[in-house]
């Protein structure tokens, strides 16, 4: 018989000699395997062509079938040992994959990136029905140019809708103004030859169901308050007890005189007061004359806010009153120079924000929103971090939100050394923000970020990599890569870009 001549014709034979030991040829077969798989994958496009003319915003990141080529593991060349655990441990593997949003409530946000769904959040609506969220404050974070303000102005463009009301105590670009107009809102414009001026010593309505002695009380404690933050902004030092009481008489003094000419106390009267150590140490029934001695530096320090580059803004009847009806409200500082030198900056928001303050005290207000953006520029001032804080600690209660802009998770840090005062605080302002939306981070940062925030390795690699507009969100331990879209209107309202572009 002829030997039987093999119907099939294969090449193994030439990769696999017949006579070789098991493990040759064990591994000449891997080899064949890995040239096979090789050989069949290099027709297969890298990625899909993406369709064009949709919008780059919109489209998703990997088509419908999922991610394309050798990339996607499929085809059964990926062979792994099953392996068995709950949701629960499986989603602290990998945040993102188990996430099923937060809801169709509250404000339209944009895309979220990994569920290809939408993303809508609204702290109030949040609060009392998410795990772990105890408060409405927001922290934003992210690189220059990665659209934190734009997506502060969509939150508050698109709150209004919600009856919502937005108050933006310090723009140092101006970049509000524009925002506010649209929606028929007031801006108040600070600077040198400008004709606004606000009087930070404004006594605000009384609220329905306070009686007139403990809302004068109310009243004498915010603007002891903030002569106490004003004069620790200039000193850059906390006050010696004899300050103190020199504020206290001085306030009193010029408070009694007011109110018997029936007129509002200003700022250049209470530094008058405190320039006159014979008046206040007759006011104190302190013969010695210490009391005028003490409180020589703090007449110095106000005095800035009266003859210095400060001078007029502050320190005369104010030229609008708040209007609680209107829905926007914001303080354009952009023509306080800030070159170098953020303190007058940071004293000129000290004195918005305790009149914007008086008026935000109502808790029958409604709901709103206080927008800090730039925060980073004023986040070295202690006396403003204390304001801060007692502005987020009140937000429950007040039904405000407070959202804070800052470029870099360090700039927490720049508060004071550890242990210090002012770190402490600006700590203390992160905690008090259940909601933190991280954009763009360098990759120096991403140590420090991880660490102020407990994101895990695989966020904070997500961080590094976050596109224009892409920002995770950390909603009460909560991850989501969020893409914000924005309106074609919005897109040309909140254009920073303009100059750039000429
Ligand atoms: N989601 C987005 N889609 C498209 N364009 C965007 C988006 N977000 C922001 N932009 C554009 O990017 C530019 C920069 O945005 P924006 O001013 O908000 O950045 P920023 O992070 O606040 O920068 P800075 O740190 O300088 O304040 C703007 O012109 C804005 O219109
Ligand atoms: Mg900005």
Redesign the pocket.
Known sequence: MPPSIPTRATASPLFVPAKSDRHTSRTARAHLASARDQARNANRPETRATPSGLDP?LRATYPAAGRPGPASARGGSLKLPAHRMTTATASGAYPFLAEGGLGAQGIYI?RDVHAEAAFCYDPFSLYGRLDGFTNPNILLA????????????SLAVRAVAFGYKIYVPCDP?G?WTVVARELGGQTIALGPGLPGRLNPLDAPARPSGTSEEDWRGEVRKRRLLLLGSLAKTVLRRELHPMEHTALDVALDEVVAHAEAGGSTPLLGQIAHVLGSPDQLDAALGEPSGRLGTAAEDLAHALRRMVHGDLAGMFDAESTVAFDPGAPMLSIDLSRLGGAGDDTALVLAMTCASAWMESALADPDAGRRWVIY??AWRVMRHVALLERMQSQWKLSRGLGIANLM?I?RLSDLLTAGDAGSRGRALAEGLLTDCSTRII?RQEADQLAAASSLLGMTGVEAQAVSALT???GLWKVAGRSFIT????HPR??EL?????RMHG
């Open positions: 915003d944009g992210g690189v220059i140019g990665m659209g934190k303000s734009a997506v502060a102005k670009k970049e953006d730039e802009v470029h954009y224009k507009g892409r893409q914000h879209l924005l919005e897109r909140f254009d920073t870009d303009a």
